[in-house]
């Protein structure tokens, strides 16, 4: 059995690399990933032209399926290192959600970074309000999709009628402006600045497009920044004259009303939206593409730049599509421009579509696997994010259930074929199951295809994961550096004694990998290095001394390792 299922693994695998060594090098997959929710992968690993695309489609009349947008960590804030953000896959798996993908854009290093951009709206709830111009995605109470480019508004009215504008809703306070927080934001307003924070009670909980709140003055604060926010209320939080206003104006006990209004560019009727997350911009519109920068004030280099990107979109029967184009990844994927991924999105078959969040943000997850390759190496935990649930697909049960795959490494940069095994003599999975196999990663270690074709791309250890209905099963791999495919050395004066210096030697793979435990032999002219020849270290150098001679007129150093080979004169 050991030899039957050896040799079948031996013909899998020719036929895998066969396939992706062929002229297009290019390969579709489909799979079911849930009761209407399907799973189209493209991966075209032509040189000069490499580029993974996974496309989920969505259709919300299925029984069962839920689409619903989600904060990462349940909240805008948390105090903690990731000030509220969360990776796709951790929010996916824990949510028990079927897919996830990352959405609107956040602001990355700073204290407010767990706050989207643009719109967010979960289950009727105002969360964070538009940006202007910008592109958002929302869905309806009646399960259909529209997109928009809204603008909006928000005001305040005291009892004698008089009011101010409202500057925002559950994002950090800038000097003169009047915030609303809700308990959605964090515990409290953690403001950067002193100001006046009104405590009001409320019945009218949720914050509703278009909806008036009404509200009861608990408690006035001046000079406060860290308000707790109750459940059963909001928090008005201003700085400036707006804080003047707030003091001299009310008091415990005054009523007054506070609403939210979102603006449509297009006839969307904002109080029917159930879900929405934004992004930017917007690149199908009705069938043709669009890709508006001048309106949606984008600057033109992150359009034509190929970059990773993550998009939504919707077909002409209404089913919902998100996508993923993974990029920065020589030999694996290079990414997409802005005016691509909208012809790309056409071919898919949608015909509107918006640009998300992408770079490092791209991330598509199924049940709590990675099925992309995130090109950061690592998956970025973001603000927010679109999630689908949905009702397993329907398969008996493969007992023993295990995946193959080599116990002494897989090399980066080069395609591993897995295989699954079942039963208790571990017999292969036939094909017509196989095929039914849904294959995820984890640790952002690289790519692992449809087929089963592992194509690692960093030095890690992480875990490959097949699922087939309701079964998981996991791997733990070790990702080795590929063979070596850049060596450079650098030679470094020594500060004191012009005529001594340092050779250090760098080995990587293709994927910029450091190779350890390689061998390096030097060539010295106009000098002699202390050793000469040896292996690289566990960062994938090698280094020794160099004495020069007074008299020598030309100084230099050669690197050799295999047939890889670099020189360098010392730096002045």
């Excluded at 493209?42 to 040189?47: I, Q, R």
């Excluded at 349940?74 to 990776?87: M, R, W």
């Excluded at 005001?155 to 003169?176: C, P, V």
Aim: hydrophobic share 40%.
């Amino acid at each position: 059995m050991f030899i039957r299922s050896r040799c079948l693994r031996l013909a899998v695998c020719i036929l895998a690399i066969a396939a992706l060594a062929c002229a297009s090098c290019a390969l579709q997959a489909t799979k079911q990933l849930a009761d209407g929710v399907t799973l189209y992968q493209e991966t075209n690993l032509t040189p000069g032209s490499e580029l993974i695309v996974n496309c989920v489609t969505v259709d919300p009349k299925v029984e069962g399926v839920a689409i619903k947008a989600a904060l990462c960590k349940d909240v805008i804030y948390t105090e903690d290192a990731l000030k509220g953000c969360e990776t796709i896959a951790s929010l996916t798996g824990r949510r028990g959600a079927v897919v996830g993908i990352n959405a609107d854009f956040f602001p990355l290093g700073t204290d407010a970074q767990g706050d989207p951009l643009g719109v967010c709206i979960i289950d009727g709830e105002l969360v964070s309000e538009p940006s202007p111009r910008h592109a958002v995605m929302a869905m309806l109470k009646d399960g259909t999709f529209v997109f928009d480019n809204p603008t909006w508004s928000g005001n305040l009215t005291l009892a004698s009628g008089f009011g101010r504008q409202i500057d925002g809703i559950n994002r950090f306070r800038e000097t003169n402006e009047l915030i609303v927080y809700t308990s959605i934001f964090d515990s409290s307003t953690r403001s950067k600045y002193k100001g006046t924070e009104v405590v009001c009670k409320t019945d009218d909980l949720p914050v509703q497009c278009g909806k008036t709140m009404n509200l009861t003055v608990a408690e006035v604060r001046t000079d406060a920044v860290n308000t707790p926010i109750p459940d059963d209320g909001v928090v008005l939080s201003a700085g400036g004259p707006a804080a003047v206003f707030l003091s001299e104006n009310l008091k415990p006990g005054d009523k007054l009303t506070v609403k939210f209004e979102i603006k449509s560019a297009g006839n969307v009727d904002w109080t029917q939206v159930q879900q929405a997350v934004g992004g930017r911009p917007w690149v199908l519109k009705d069938g043709k593409e669009y890709v508006d920068l001048e309106y949606e004030r984008i600057g033109s280099s992150f359009s034509t730049t190929r970059h990773p990107r993550s998009a939504l979109g919707t077909t002409a029967d209404g089913k919902l599509m998100l996508v993923t184009v993974d990029g920065r990844q020589p030999g694996l994927s290079r990414g997409i421009s802005l005016p691509d991924l909208a012809a790309l999105m056409k071919r898919l078959g949608a015909v509107n579509a918006i640009n998300l969040d992408g770079g490092g943000s791209t991330t598509l997850s199924y049940r709590g696997g990675i099925i992309n390759s995130p090109s950061g190496g690592v998956q970025r935990a973001v603000a927010n994010a679109l999630l689908v649930f949905a009702k397993p697909v329907a398969a008996e049960e493969l007992a023993g259930l295990a995946i193959n795959a080599p116990a002494d490494g897989i090399p980066a940069g080069e395609i591993t074929q897995l295989s699954l095994t079942c039963g208790e003599d571990a017999h292969p999975v036939p094909q017509d199951q196989a095929g039914k196999v849904v294959w995820a990663s984890t640790n952002g270690m690289g790519f692992v295809d449809q087929q089963g074709c592992s194509m690692p791309v960093r030095v890690r250890h992480g875990q490959i994961l097949a699922f087939y209905g309701a079964q998981q099963v996991a791997c733990d791999v070790r990702i080795v550096a590929g063979p070596p495919a850049r060596l450079d050395v650098r030679v470094a004066p020594d500060k004191e004694n012009p005529l001594l210096a340092k050779a250090v030697v760098s080995l990587a793979d293709k994927n910029n990998n450091s190779c350890s435990g390689k061998p390096v032999t030097l060539t010295v002219t106009g000098g002699k290095a202390d050793v000469e020849t040896g292996v690289t270290g566990e960062r994938g150098e090698f280094v020794t001394n160099i004495a020069w001679d007074a008299s020598a007129t030309e100084r230099s150093v050669k690197a050799t390792c295999g047939t890889l080979s670099a020189s360098a004169a010392p730096t002045p």
